[in-house]
């Protein structure tokens, strides 16, 4: 599934750039493009963010 069209961009691509270390939805701006076009995606770059730092947590805390 595309998280962003406007760059053909997929959220398991989004989802692995934030496992490698973008943390900010400049950093997948820079990384793949992805929100720099019309913006309607950027709220869900945000939730993926939010979605896999948050695993990320809760994988380092078990
Ligand atoms: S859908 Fe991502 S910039 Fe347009």
């Given at each position: 599934?595309?998280?962003?069209?406007?760059?053909?961009?997929?959220?398991?691509?989004?989802?692995?750039?934030?496992?490698?270390?973008?943390?900010?939805?400049?950093?997948?701006?820079q990384?793949?493009?992805?929100?720099?076009?019309?913006?309607?995606?950027?709220?869900?770059?945000g939730?993926?963010?939010?979605?896999?730092?948050?695993?990320?947590?809760?994988?380092?805390?078990?």
């Open positions: 599934m595309f998280a962003c069209i406007c760059k053909r961009v997929r959220e398991c691509e989004i989802r692995s750039l934030i496992q490698d270390g973008a943390r900010t939805k400049r950093h997948v701006a990384a793949c493009g992805a929100g720099t076009s019309c913006g309607m995606c950027v709220r869900r770059i939730d993926l963010i939010d979605e896999e730092t948050d695993a990320q947590a809760l994988s380092q805390a078990a």
